[in-house]
């Protein structure tokens, strides 16, 4: 079926997903994957260097990133 100009637009599914990294992705940024020098799997990050970092273990993509995002949201309570 085609989209009306009238329709309202798709809730972003990532943003439901994954609140925190969609914020923390306006003022930070994030690195995923493994590489010979970091020993971790994700990394969010902003200008002052690395304020969370997960394991290489997750079972899933998905499993990791909800773990990034609480990871986010426990720093930004404490930090603002």
Not at 23 to 30: A, D, E, K, L, T
């Amino acid at each position: 079926m085609a989209k009306r100009k009238s329709d309202p637009k798709p809730a972003d599914p990532f943003a439901a997903l994954y609140p925190n990294i969609a914020v923390w992705v306006q003022r930070g940024y994030i690195e995923m994957g493994c590489d010979d020098v970091n020993p971790t799997f994700l990394r969010a990050l902003d200008i002052g260097g690395v304020i969370w970092d997960g394991a290489t273990d997750y079972s899933s993509i998905h499993e990791a990133l909800l773990a990034m995002d609480a990871g986010i949201a426990a720093w930004s309570e404490e930090n603002g």
